[in-house]
């Protein structure tokens, strides 16, 4: 998979840290876009909920405890396990790939995206991953991450909170 990164948001001028502190973060953010692909082609569940937090995922001004997550996205009827994994619970637009996983398999040039997302708890933002290719819309929302004792965990971006 060819990685892409976005240019992040402009930093307040003269301020190189910070881009520094993307540039740095972005990169990581590619190797773990590599991971999850991978996951997700190989349906690893256990995979995916293990970056979940225990304290699960905000969702607007709820939290979804990740036990919910899990079962969600082991449900073949759920909308998330469909985003991920395909199914009934979220039926893809005619003539897009059915799922993440559908995507990565059908999907000829694979790029990452990586973008940060404004949040007041930190200068340099929420770096937030998507993967495109050409003339195809990608299932669900962009990954968004936040780091915790030195990992990457999902934030609220795993269903479409609002």
């Known amino acids: 998979m060819p990685p892409a990164r976005s240019d992040p948001p402009a930093a307040p001028a003269g301020d190189s840290s910070i881009d520094h502190q993307r540039a740095e973060i972005a990169d990581q953010m590619i190797r773990l876009g590599a991971r999850i692909q991978h996951e997700v082609e190989a349906v690893n569940v256990a995979a995916l909920v293990a970056r979940v937090p225990a304290d699960g995922l905000r969702c607007g001004g709820q939290v979804v405890p990740r036990s919910r997550v899990e079962h969600d996205l082991r449900s073949e009827g759920s909308w998330l396990h469909g985003v991920f994994f395909g199914g009934p619970g ?3 637009p005619r003539g897009q790939p059915a799922s993440l996983k559908a995507f990565f398999a059908t999907a000829r040039e694979i790029a990452v995206l990586v973008q940060f997302r404004a949040d007041p708890r930190s200068a340099v933002g929420v770096p937030c991953l998507d993967f495109r290719a050409k003339g195809t819309v990608t299932p669900g929302a962009p990954l968004c991450f936040e780091s915790r004792a030195g990992q990457w965990w999902f ?8």
């Open 90 to 92: 979220a039926p893809a």
């Open 155 to 162: 934030t609220e971006s795993l269903y479409p909170c609002q």
